[in-house]
Every structure is written in C-alpha cells, then in structure tokens.
Nanobody, 125 residues
Framework: QVQLVESGGGLVQPGGSLRLSCTTP????????IGWFRQAPGKEREGVSC????????YDADSVKGRFTVVRDSARNTMWLLMNDLKPEDTGLYFC??????????????????WGQGTLVTVSS
C-alpha cells in the first residue's frame, strides 16, 4: 500500500501564505508525476498545481496562477505546494497525488494512482 503523507495546513488570514508538504517513505518522488488537488465543501476535487516529470515543467490551474507553485525537493523526497496571497475561496482539503504512469494531463484527478489523506487549509479573517 503506497502511503503519501501531507502536512502544513492550517488557518491563515487572506493575503497570507502557507507551505504544504507531501512525502512518502516508499519510493522516490523524482520519477513520478505529482500533483496537488483541493476539495471545497460541496464541490468536486480539482487540480491546483502539478509536475509531470522532473524536468522542471509545472502546471497551475487558472485560479491559482501567479500565487501557487509546486516544487520538488529531491534531497527530502518531498513535494511542496507554495501558496501565496491566499484568498477565502482557496479554503478546502488539499491532497497530494502521485502516479508512475507518464501523463500529459497532470491536473486531472483520474490520472493518479495514489493519494494522501488530505490537509485542511482555511483562509479566513
């Protein structure tokens, strides 16, 4: 059973920043496509930011462009989601996901095999 573990969620004021992390003891994330997703209450899970390979390309949803970015940290076998200028509409449960199947559509939930349990982000004053 592949285990992905997220951390870093919490309560932050609008305009603030958070850094989420995702790691696994079971395989090297460098060789896998990775992504961050979120799910707000009553809404479907949506892709936020992803990295299909280690070549440095990343993709972000329009709603977070210029504010969020996904970063691979090979030394720590961790992927980060750096979130700046947070807004109330960014509130939700954030999940990391990984797959060893190459994909060109890394913002789609259906592309991923393995998921973390989620970490809650609340943006509120």
């Amino acid at each position: 059973q592949v285990q992905l573990v997220e951390s870093g969620g919490g309560l932050v004021q609008p305009g603030g920043s958070l850094r989420l992390s995702c790691t696994t003891p079971q395989f090297a994330l460098d060789s896998w496509a990775i992504g961050w997703f979120r799910q707000a209450p009553g809404k479907e899970r949506e892709g936020v930011s992803c990295s299909p390979t280690i070549d440095g390309r990343t993709y972000d949803a329009d709603s977070v462009k210029g504010r969020f970015t996904v970063v691979r940290d090979s030394a720590r076998n961790t992927m980060w989601l750096l979130m700046n200028d947070l807004k109330p509409e960014d509130t939700g449960l954030y999940f990391c996901a990984a797959t060893d199947v190459p994909t060109a559509r890394c913002l789609l939930t259906a592309e991923y095999k393995y998921w973390g349990q989620g970490t809650l982000v609340t943006v509120s004053s």
